[in-house]
């Protein structure tokens, strides 16, 4: 299994304002996935950053407000940009294992005033 | 995508009690995910179980891929069970199910 840490695990900010959510793998990985989780909520799935390309955006999903770099197999970062109280969620980072099997950090709990 | 449904969306349990939840998806998988989700968000992997049946302590997971769903059994519950149980199945991509929140009482 995989070991995954993120940064931060909650923050308050103002509308108007960007906010960068690291994860980082304790093992290379080729694929990490972000989620969002709004409140009383499934997830979805945001992008799929793969290292070397630009992330894959799933539908709803934009660059602009989400971009995601993936410098090296054991880091990415997600921005949220210009946020509304309406991005207030939980982001996930996850990997999948060997197997197939996924596997999560502990989640950025963001809240916008 | 792939449609996945949970039931009940609600429960509420004395200790003690036992309970059966269960996950419809829509289509063959290649994949499916048991995760529970402790009151501060944190996802934890309960069973990874694409066919057949599993068990870990009180907890065991049951999938008919055939038939296109999956129970997740809890026996003896406690109060540290409580919070939401999500199943995920994938093709291409992982897919969560609607949830289940779980309460557990004294």
């Known amino acids: 299994s995989a070991v995954i840490s993120q940064k931060p695990s909650r923050d308050i900010c103002q509308r108007g304002t960007s906010l960068t959510i690291q994860c980082q793998v304790d093992?290379?990985?080729?694929?990490m996935f972000w989620y969002r989780q709004q409140p009383g909520q499934s997830l979805t799935l945001i992008a799929t950053?793969?290292?070397?390309?630009?992330?894959?955006?799933e539908s709803g999903f934009v660059i602009d407000k989400f971009p995601i770099s993936r410098p090296n197999l054991t880091f990415s970062t997600l921005t949220v940009s210009n946020m509304s109280p309406e991005d207030s969620s939980i982001y996930l980072c996850?990997?999948?294992?060997?197997?197939?099997?996924?596997?999560f950090g502990e989640g950025s709990r963001l809240t916008v005033l | 995508g792939i449609q996945v449904e949970q039931s009940p969306p609600d429960l509420i349990l004395q200790e003690g009690a036992n309970s059966t939840l269960r996950c419809n998806f829509s289509?063959?998988?290649?994949?499916l995910q048991w995760f529970h989700q402790n009151p501060w968000g944190q996802l934890i992997n309960l069973f990874y179980i694409p066919s057949g049946t599993k068990q870990n302590g009180r907890l065991s997971a049951t999938t008919v891929a055939t038939e296109r769903y999956s129970l997740l059994y809890i026996s003896s519950s406690q109060t540290t069970d409580s919070g939401v149980y999500f199943c995920a199945v994938s093709i291409n991509q992982f897919y969560f199910g609607t949830g289940t929140s779980l309460t557990v009482i004294p």
């Open positions: 289509d063959s998988v290649n994949n």
């Open positions: 093992s290379q990985v080729t694929m």
């Open positions: 950053a793969n290292q070397g390309s630009e992330a894959t955006y």
């Open positions: 996850s990997v999948p294992g060997s197997d197939g099997e996924l596997f």
